[in-house]
């Protein structure tokens, strides 16, 4: 069982930058592939970023370039370091865990992104 907390979302100006945190509790944090979701009203949850337990980080085109996800295994924590953002980054952030079996699959209760001036 893996439990995940997301924290750091907020309101913030285009241009300006933000950093999302994933901070997990359960056992075999290590082995789980962690993704960063965003949902936006009245649009699909899309995938952002995610980063395997061999440290392999993979984005989505829009955000190539701008965000970026790393984990610090001491804390059980993944970040997803978002710069340059626009007002289309403007959505809610999820966090997931996948682990090595279909079950083991976790999602975090959300933090919220608006980018506004």
């Known amino acids: 069982q893996v439990q995940l907390v997301e924290s750091g979302g907020g309101l913030v100006q285009p241009g300006g930058s933000l950093r999302l945190s994933c901070a997990a509790s359960g056992s075999m944090f290590s082995v789980y592939t962690i993704d960063w979701y965003r949902q936006a009203p009245g649009k699909q949850r899309e995938l952002v970023a995610s980063i395997t337990s061999a440290y392999r980080p993979n984005y989505a085109d829009s955000v190539k370039g701008r965000f970026s996800i790393s984990r610090e295994y001491a804390k059980n924590t993944v970040y997803l370091q978002m710069n340059s953002l626009k007002p289309e980054d403007t959505a809610a952030y999820y966090c997931?865990?996948?682990?090595?079996?279909?079950?083991?699959?976790?999602w975090g209760q959300g933090t919220q992104v608006t980018v506004s001036s």
């Open positions: 997931r865990a996948r682990g090595p079996r279909l079950e083991d699959d976790y």
